[in-house]
Every structure is written in C-alpha cells, then in structure tokens.
C-alpha cells in the first residue's frame, strides 16, 4: 500500500487530463489506485481469514526466476514466441500439477495477446 501511495501521489504531480484525452499522470494514477485498493481489501480480509503459516518453496522459487530469465534470453537471441512457450512450460512444474494441455492453452493464449498488442497497438515486439 505504501509503494501504490508513494506512486499515486507522484503521478497526481503530472498532468491528468480526462479518459478521452489522457495527461502522462492518468495511466499510474489508475494503476496506483487499483493495487492501493487491493491492498485495503488484502489487510481488510486478513483480520477475518485464519492465519496461516508462511512456507518457502525455494524449488518453485527458483522454477519461477528460471522462466522469466529463460524468456527474456531467448525472446532477445531467438524471438518472443518460444519465450512465451519456454516460459509457461517451466514455470508450470512449479505448480502441484503440470499439465501439457493446460500449458499449451496458456502459450496459445498468450502469444495471441501478443500478436494483438502488435497488430492492433503497433508495438515492436520480437514475435517471429
């Protein structure tokens, strides 16, 4: 809560504009909004949820920081597509039961939020 504060009151220093003609302060502000009010909700619910005790999984961990850093090296030497896929498959045996059906679904779903963030907004990304 405290960054999404920090954020928020740093983008209200900019700009706002309005929803059909955004100011640079608009998209953070937003955003700092949402996760300010995910985290009331989070310590709201804590007071009324059973604690649980916090366990390490170094494993899953590991799993996880080993497909981000494999999409970002072969996104940059190979392209974006085997990225995405490389990405789902070894982060899927950090969960309790890897599934190739539901990673291939998540890959494909995946590389076609990709194609439309590049055709449909024009940003460069390294898909092919």
């Keep these: 809560m405290a960054i999404a504060l920090a954020f928020g009151l740093t983008a209200l220093?900019?700009?706002i504009g309005d929803l059909s003609r955004a100011g640079p302060g608009l998209f953070p502000a937003l955003v700092s909004g949402m996760l300010l009010v995910i985290g009331v909700a989070t310590v709201?619910?804590?007071?009324?949820?059973a604690q649980v005790p916090l366990v390490f999984n170094?494993?899953?961990i590991?799993?996880?920081l080993a497909s981000l850093c494999g999409f970002a090296l072969i996104s940059q030497y190979v392209?974006?597509?085997?990225g995405i896929v490389f990405?789902?498959?070894?982060s899927s045996f950090a969960g309790s039961s890897p599934s190739w059906v539901r990673s291939i679904k998540?890959?494909?779903g995946l590389i076609v939020m990709?194609?439309?963030?590049?055709?449909l907004l024009g940003l460069n990304l390294p898909l092919y």
Aim: charged residues 10%; hydrophobic residues 60%; contains cysteine.
């Design 87 to 90: 990405m789902v498959f070894c």
């Design 13 to 15: 220093r900019y700009p």
């Design 62 to 64: 590991g799993l996880i």
């Design 44 to 49: 709201i619910r804590a007071f009324f949820v």
């Design 106 to 108: 998540i890959s494909a």
């Design 79 to 82: 392209n974006m597509i085997a």
């Design 114 to 119: 990709a194609l439309a963030l590049q055709k």
């Design 58 to 60: 170094f494993k899953n």
